[in-house]
C-alpha cells in the first residue's frame, strides 16, 4: 500500500527548507523554524495542513518585506517539485493578499515547480478585474504550465480547491480565457481546457452543448478536448451530445442474456457478461457502458456509470465478459445489500439485474 501523500511533508523537507532559506537569507533562524513547523501536533497533520504549516512559520521568519520575502522563496523554491513545492505557492496565498502585482510575479513563476491553481483562486475573488487580465495574458505565455494555470486557476469547480462562485453562476469570462487554448499546442494545457468546459457543463450543460456544437470538426486536437470535456453529458446519456459524436439510438441492437454473479463478497469482483447482436449487418458505433445502483447509508441507491467499449463494430455481434472489484478504496464505501446493475448502449439502458453484496 502507497504511503500518505502527506509524508512529502517530511522533518527531513522541513530541515532542507530551513537550509536553503538561511542560504539566501543569512539571518533566517533556522532551528526556531523547525522547531515550530514540527510542533507536537505535525504527525497527526493532514498533507493541506502540512503545507499551511510550512508556508505560515516560512512567513514568520523571512523579511517582513514581501516582495523581499518573494525574491527569497524564488530561489529556495528552484530545488523543489511536485508536492513539495506547493508550500511556496501557498505562501503567496496566505502573505501576498495586499500586493497584487508581485504575488501574480510568484505565482507565474512557481507554477513551473508544482502549480499554482490553488493559490491564485482568492485573488480571483478579491482582484476579479485584475486578475481576468492577467489570465488572458498568461495564456499567451511561452510556458505550457503558465498557460495551463490560466485554465486550471479559473476552473468553477478544481478539486480540492476554493470555489468560484461568481463563474459557477456565469462562466463567459472563463469561456473568453479557455477557449483562447482550445487548440493549444500542449496535450497538458488541452486537459486543463477540457476539465474546465467538463465543470461548467455540470452548472450549464447547454453552453458545452453549444460549443461542442461549433467547435467539433475543426481539428483533431479541438476534437479531443471536446469528447473529453463531454464525459459527463455522455456518461448521463445526454441525447444530442451522443448525436453529436455518431451514437444514435441502437434501435437495432438486441441484448442477448446477461449473466451476473448473484453475490459478491466485500473484496471480491462481481463478473458479469452478455451478448450484442443485430439484425443488421453491423452493430455500427456504440458506446457500451454498465452502471452499478449502489447502496446507500440510507437505503436508498445511486447509479455510478462505468464505460465499457466505444468505437465502430463492423460485426454483427459481440461478446462482452466483465468484472467490478468491492476492492475497498478511499474514494467510495460500500454497503451490505441489494445492489443492481444496468447495460446501457449509446444512452438507453438495455437490461437491469439485482445482486447482493454480501460480508
Request: proline share 4%; aromatic share 10%; net charge positive.
Amino acid at each position: 500500500m502507497p504511503e500518505p501523500l502527506k509524508y512529502c511533508y517530511s522533518i527531513e523537507l522541513v530541515e532542507s527548507i530551513a537550509n536553503d532559506c538561511q542560504q539566501y537569507y543569512p539571518e533566517f533562524n533556522h532551528s526556531l523554524f523547525i522547531k515550530d513547523v514540527l510542533l507536537k501536533d505535525w504527525k497527526q497533520l493532514e498533507l493541506k495542513e502540512r503545507m499551511h504549516r510550512i508556508a505560515k512559520v516560512l512567513g514568520e521568519y523571512l523579511p517582513m518585506d514581501y516582495p523581499q520575502s518573494i525574491d527569497i522563496l524564488l530561489k529556495v523554491a528552484e530545488n523543489y517539485s511536485g508536492l513539495a513545492h506547493m508550500c511556496f505557492p501557498d505562501f503567496v496565498e496566505q502573505y501576498g493578499m495586499r500586493d497584487f502585482k508581485t504575488s501574480m510575479m510568484a505565482l507565474e513563476k512557481l507554477t513551473a515547480g508544482s502549480s499554482s491553481e490553488f493559490a491564485i483562486r482568492p485573488f480571483i475573488i478579491k482582484y476579479p478585474t485584475n486578475a481576468t487580465a492577467t489570465l488572458k495574458k498568461w495564456t499567451r505565455s511561452k510556458s505550457e504550465d503558465v498557460r495551463r494555470l490560466a485554465s486550471e486557476g479559473c476552473r468553477p469547480r478544481l478539486p480540492w480547491a476554493m470555489a468560484l462562485p461568481e463563474y459557477k453562476k456565469d462562466p463567459s469570462v472563463v469561456l473568453e480565457i479557455i477557449l483562447e487554448l482550445i487548440n493549444d499546442d500542449s496535450l497538458y494545457v488541452r486537459r486543463s481546457v477540457a476539465n474546465n468546459l467538463n465543470d461548467i457543463s455540470k452548472d450549464h450543460p447547454e453552453v458545452l452543448v453549444e460549443i461542442a456544437t461549433q467547435y467539433l470538426g475543426q481539428s483533431k486536437q479541438i476534437d479531443w478536448v471536446i469528447k473529453h470535456a463531454c464525459r459527463g453529458l455522455l456518461k448521463q446519456g445526454h441525447k444530442q451530445v451522443l448525436t453529436l459524436f455518431g451514437y444514435s439510438k441502437a434501435s437495432h441492437v438486441t441484448l442477448k442474456q446477461l449473466t451476473l454473479d448473484p453475490q459478491v463478497k466485500l473484496g471480491d469482483k462481481l463478473n458479469f457478461g452478455f451478448e450484442l447482436k443485430t439484425t443488421d449487418k453491423y452493430l455500427g458505433k456504440l458506446r457500451v457502458e454498465f452502471v452499478i445502483h449502489f447502496m446507500k447509508a440510507n437505503g436508498k441507491t445511486v447509479g455510478k456509470v462505468f464505460k465499457i467499449c466505444e468505437g465502430e463494430y463492423l460485426v454483427d455481434q459481440k461478446l462482452i465478459a466483465k468484472y467490478f472489484s468491492f476492492k475497498a478504496i478511499s474514494t467510495r464505501k460500500y454497503y451490505l445489500g441489494k445492489h443492481q446493475l444496468s447495460v446501457v448502449v449509446n444512452g438507453e439502458t438495455l437490461v437491469s439485474k439485482d445482486f447482493k453484496l454480501v460480508r
